[in-house]
């Protein structure tokens, strides 16, 4: 019975005692997965305020990190709006006043259409492997999946945040939460993500909730209800001329 026991206990330390995972490569597959060279999405928007909620349904095309269209379908007040990103410039198009605008500097950190995202949440879509630099600090279960907590701090200095804490899951390498935080170390904004599929041959949420925790209320709910990656995309969507299409 003791040799028994002792073979038990060297098998539970050969099991469980593995080595820590590259953070770099777990990094690399969670983009492998989120980014990709062109998209296509149907979304809502459900925006939580004090008293009721409201939907706001949207069109977005994006190329890379450096270009994206959206238009905004639902509702009649929001209709026909449109947002244009060129490289680090944005503008917004409003039908009601026939105007297009462009936002810079701190006007970037405003709210789009009162929801927990910010402008510069809306443009961001590099690559985290380009942006920060990972370390596994340890691991958790999350909604009954295994997870990896990564640190990730900002190796560039055009990021929204400078430091992001990341619960990746250990099977399907998607990130299920996040914490964003100043460079003061201050917790601004959490991510939940979470109904996740597989879609063309990679794992993707198709809900994410953001949370500015500066804030009261449930937060946002961006809900992905169709999406089709690296599709072709014709080149006047990404063009001034198409705002007021």
């Given at each position: 019975m ?9 098998f ?5 005692n593995?080595?820590a ?12 997965n989120?980014?990709s ?23 977005g095309y ?7 269209f ?7 007040r ?8 060129l ?6 198009y ?31 879509d ?20 295994k ?11 055009d ?14 390498f ?24 597989k879609?063309?041959?990679?794992w ?20 992905v209800k ?11 969507i990404?063009s001034k ?5």
């Amino acid at each position: 019975m003791k040799y028994l026991i002792s073979a038990i206990f060297c098998f539970g330390l050969i099991s469980f005692n593995f080595p820590a995972p590259d953070a770099a490569e777990i990094l690399q597959k969670v983009d492998a997965n989120m980014v990709s060279k062109t998209s296509i999405t149907e979304s809502e928007m459900v925006i939580y305020g004090r008293r009721n909620s409201r939907t706001v349904v949207s069109r977005g095309y994006a190329e890379g990190h450096k270009k994206s269209f959206t238009e905004y379908l639902a509702p009649d007040r929001e209709k026909g709006t449109k947002m244009l990103k060129l490289e680090d410039k944005l503008w917004i198009y409003s039908p009601s006043s026939d105007r297009t605008i462009q936002l810079s500097g701190h006007m970037l950190r405003q709210s789009v259409m009162g929801s927990d995202l910010s402008y510069e949440d809306a443009m961001e879509d590099r690559k985290l492997s380009e942006m920060y630099t990972p370390k596994v600090i340890g691991d958790e279960v999350v909604d009954g999946r295994k997870t990896w907590i990564l640190e990730l701090k900002a190796k560039v200095e055009d990021v929204n945040y400078q430091k992001l804490k990341m619960w990746v899951d250990q099977e399907r390498f998607i990130p299920l939460k996040e914490e964003m935080y100043a460079k003061s170390g201050q917790l601004l904004k959490r991510t939940t993500m979470s109904d996740v599929v597989k879609m063309g041959g990679r794992w993707y949420p198709q809900k994410t909730n953001f949370k500015d925790v500066l804030k009261s209320g449930k937060g946002t709910d961006f809900i992905v209800k169709s999406i089709e990656f690296d599709v072709d995309i014709p080149e006047y969507i990404f063009s001034k001329a198409a705002l007021k299409k």
